[in-house]
């Protein structure tokens, strides 16, 4: 659909930013749940040796128990350099700053010109370079959908407000 009015360009750049915006958090949530598991698993690494130390614990199922609990945690930590979150997130990140950027650009405009046109291409570009298609595509359905109840959230707030006012008015001018 082509973007032929500011209006539309702010609304489309705000469903992009959101959604880059989800895909991070996303990641930013699995990134933490593999660090709390290692984090869970090295303090029960810890506990072990310091009961084996304790208890003088020396048969080999409590030997074993610290290499197992290490070896788990280096493939965690492997497993988590592998999914590159760091980066993902890192990518992500650029993403929705230029999608900011050129929505405040946007905002400060009345008119479309070429310099928000470039921008948004630009923005775009970085949208479309962020995320696989299948993942843009899940975020941006779940944004539109976002957007659409903020949408009717303040259309409810403001119908209110309104109703109010006419009341005041009414009362007052009876």
Not at 58 to 76: D, E, R
Not at 165 to 172: A, F, G, P, V, W
Request: one cysteine or more; glycine letters at 4%; hydrophobic letters at 40%.
């Amino acid at each position: 659909m082509e973007k032929n009015n500011l209006i539309l360009i702010i609304n489309d750049l705000r469903s992009k930013r959101d959604a880059l915006s989800l895909a991070h958090e996303e990641l930013k949530s699995n990134n933490d749940d593999w660090n709390k598991g290692i984090i869970l698993l090295s303090l029960t690494s810890g506990l072990v040796e310091s009961a084996k130390m304790k208890l003088d614990l020396t048969g080999a199922g409590w030997g074993l128990l610290p290499i197992l609990l290490s070896s788990v945690i280096a493939s965690m930590s492997s497993l988590i350099k592998f999914r590159k979150y760091p980066e993902r997130m890192e990518v992500l990140i650029q993403g929705i700053s230029l999608l900011t950027n050129t929505l405040n650009k946007c905002r400060n405009h009345k008119d479309i010109d070429d310099d928000i046109l470039a921008d948004y291409n630009m923005a775009l570009e970085k949208l479309e370079t962020s995320v696989y298609p299948s993942v843009r595509k899940k975020y941006l359905k779940q944004s539109h959908k976002n957007l659409i109840e903020i949408m009717r959230q303040e259309k409810k707030y403001y119908d209110a407000i309104d109703n109010v006012m006419r009341k005041i008015y009414y009362k007052t001018n009876i």
